[in-house]
């Protein structure tokens, strides 16, 4: 599951290193509008609305003087999204618009370079300004560090010479640098948390939200259309996060970010409800769901008959895209009243014209009654790690109707069951612990029992950057310079790694016991993989009678566990990580779960 929550994408998988690079929905002639931005050896600073904007989508620029009587470097740095890791042996892409306000015989050049935040030089190229004039012209550039920074507190710089520029007033807009992207993607992901992530082999790739779907108003909600194509054209956006959404992570980039890791989009359209409590009054959906059907229509239309079809052609991938469920808006059960005539509204229109996706609805299971009956749904809890022990029979009382579930949103993050959602005073998690991540485990043997009905399942949130976070805790942590993956992403990735093919009947578990486990058979292998979640602090001895005609006699274990508030977290960024050994097995075998431990036992029984 993915939203721009605690900079996930923007300052996060999102590769750009930047941050408030095009000043987008920055108020001009403020320090605010400056985020991230600081003046070099006395450079005066300020974000105007440029009388020649650089694009409709971009109106604010940075205008930089330089002062008489500055000498050497003179101008601006960028400190990065809380840090910029530099690395020798990396080429990195800098770029950024620039005129001059007042023509000129001006002969200059920028000098353009990474320092460390005391100012010593790691990469400097200079850039001649072919003329002084008052249109814009573009800077391209290739960085290549002589060494590595010893930290990430380092600054991108464009500067002139003081003594050569005195007086001169420059405005800048849109400026970029990148690092090498996860499969060299124009525009694309940070290579350390893409590869974590990748490794976990997900199936589906939730976007763009949870509450970043939604905006905090109409106006702010996100709109596929202001995403895609040339960054000049993406205005961003105010995120219900906190801060603002470049959009530079726009559906085109989640879509070819699919596309490389093989998974499939479950992807949102907005609904008609923001999060101020605004709803679109019935009957005045029309605008929106013909936003949403383009929306569609971008991913997997037929580009001789849709003209956002043709635009995704444009844009480099004339083929469509897999697009097999759509999520109509995020967690409506806020606002069921109006649910049931947006639900209604925008299914009974968009049905008809893509027959073959299926609708997720967002409102508590049959209720309200929605019509068309929908036939999926997502289902959010956060809870306690007691309550996911206690609940992984959760699903096997559901009818068997037709109705699937995604249980789209769920982690324990607190431990104080009566405040689930309070501060870490109150008992909220900072990061998963063994208590939470086994907790997550044992519920998840029941997703696996269940999955005739239960099709897909995520963890939230998914990332988030130690230096700004608005939600703990998550799965995979990071700070400009290390990712820092959790007990519960070892959790997701032992059972996504082990998922099998074929669920197999086993001894149920006791619901309110404490140890639990599944069994899934790997056909191609002729293995079955026994996951034991021992959510306790004591040892659990287990014995396995398997009724085979072949049982190997040994098999492997692959073992997650720690003490009940054992967490990796920066300073102990690898303390709880999965150990595998081999194990004694037959026919009959028994096995000792550790304490607060997923075990994974693979065999090959026929
Ligand atoms: O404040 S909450 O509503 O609990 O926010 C939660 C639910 C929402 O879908 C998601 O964006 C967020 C954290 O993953």
């Given at each position: 599951m993915f939203e721009d929550i605690s900079h996930s994408g923007d300052g996060g998988l999102y590769a750009e290193m930047l941050q408030n690079r095009a000043f987008q929905q920055v108020t001009p002639n403020?320090?605010?509008?400056?985020?991230a931005w600081h003046s070099v050896n006395g450079a005066t600073l300020n974000v105007v609305a440029d009388t020649?904007?650089?694009s409709s989508a971009l109106p604010n620029s940075l205008q930089v003087t330089v002062p008489a009587g500055t000498v050497g470097h003179v101008g601006v740095g960028n400190e990065g999204y809380f840090g910029i890791k530099v690395t020798a042996g990396s080429t990195y892409t800098a770029s950024f618009h620039y005129r001059f306000t007042t023509a000129s015989a001006f002969k200059g050049s920028f000098t353009v370079g990474l320092q460390t935040?005391?100012?010593?030089?790691l990469a400097s190229t200079s850039v001649p300004i072919a003329a002084a004039t008052t249109a814009w012209a573009q800077v391209n550039v290739k960085l290549r560090p002589t060494r590595s920074a010893s930290s990430t507190a380092n600054n991108f710089t464009v500067t002139l010479d003081g003594a050569a520029a005195s007086g001169q007033t420059v405005n800048f807009a849109l400026f970029s640098l990148f690092p090498p992207t996860f499969k060299n993607r124009?525009?694309?992901?940070?290579v350390d948390i893409a590869t974590t992530l990748a490794e976990m082999r997900p199936s589906f790739f939730r976007l763009p939200?949870?509450?970043?779907?939604?905006?905090?108003?109409i106006s702010q909600r996100w709109q596929w259309n202001a995403t895609v194509?040339?960054?000049?054209n993406r205005p961003g956006r105010v995120g219900d996060w906190g801060y603002v959404n470049?959009?530079?992570?726009g559906l085109m980039e989640y879509l070819d970010w699919c596309e490389d890791l093989g998974m499939q989009a479950i992807m949102a359209i907005w609904s008609g409800f923001s999060l101020d409590g605004e709803a679109i009054a019935d009957g005045d959906l029309g605008p929106y769901i013909q936003q949403a059907a383009d929306q569609i229509n971008f991913v997997i239309g037929d580009p001789a008959k849709s003209a956002p079809a043709a635009l995704r052609a444009s844009l480099g991938h004339p083929a469509a895209y897999p697009l097999k469920y759509v999520e109509v808006?995020?967690?409506d059960f806020f606002q069921p009243s109006t649910y049931t005539y947006r639900w209604h509204d925008i299914v009974t229109a968009l049905q008809p014209e893509f027959p073959n996706i299926h609708f997720i609805a967002t409102?508590?299971?049959?209720?309200?009654?929605?019509s068309p009956n929908p036939l999926q749904y997502d289902v959010h809890v956060y809870q306690t790690p007691t309550w996911f022990a206690q609940n992984?029979?959760?699903?096997?009382?559901?009818?068997?109707?037709?109705t699937t579930y995604f249980e789209g949103e769920y982690a324990a993050i607190s431990l104080n069951s009566s405040d689930i959602f309070g501060t870490p005073a109150d008992g909220r998690l900072l990061f998963p612990t063994m208590q939470s991540s086994t907790g997550e485990a044992a519920f998840m043997t029941g997703l696996e029992r269940n999955s005739d009905i239960v099709f897909s399942a995520s963890y939230a949130?998914?990332?988030?950057h130690l230096a700004n976070s608005?939600?703990?805790?998550?799965?995979v942590s990071f700070d400009a310079g290390t990712v820092y993956p959790s007990s519960s992403y070892y959790v997701q990735k032992l059972f996504s790694l082990n998922r099998g093919d074929a669920y197999i009947p086993s001894t149920?578990?006791?619901?309110?016991?404490?140890l639990f486990w599944s069994v899934v058979r790997k056909t191609s292998t002729k293995e079955i993989i026994i996951k034991i979640s021992n959510t306790v602090e004591t040892a659990a001895p287990v014995t396995f009678v398997l009724p085979f005609k072949t049982v190997a006699t040994t098999g492997t274990a692959q073992v997650l566990s720690g003490a009940q508030n054992a967490s990796n977290t920066?300073?102990?960024?690898?303390?709880v990580v999965p150990k595998n050994s081999t194990i004694r097995t037959g026919k009959t075998f028994s096995y000792q779960a550790p304490p607060f431990s997923l075990s994974v036992l693979t065999l090959v029984a026929h």
């Open positions: 403020t320090a605010a509008a400056l985020n020649i904007p650089v935040a005391s100012g010593e030089s124009p525009n694309g992901m940070r939200g949870g509450n970043n779907l939604e905006g905090q108003t194509g040339p960054l000049l470049t959009d530079g992570l808006g995020n967690e409102s508590d299971t049959f209720s309200p009654v929605l992984s029979f959760f699903y096997d009382g559901f009818e068997r109707n037709a949130p998914l990332l988030n608005q939600w703990t805790p998550n799965l149920l578990p006791t619901p309110l016991g404490t920066p300073t102990t960024p690898s303390f």
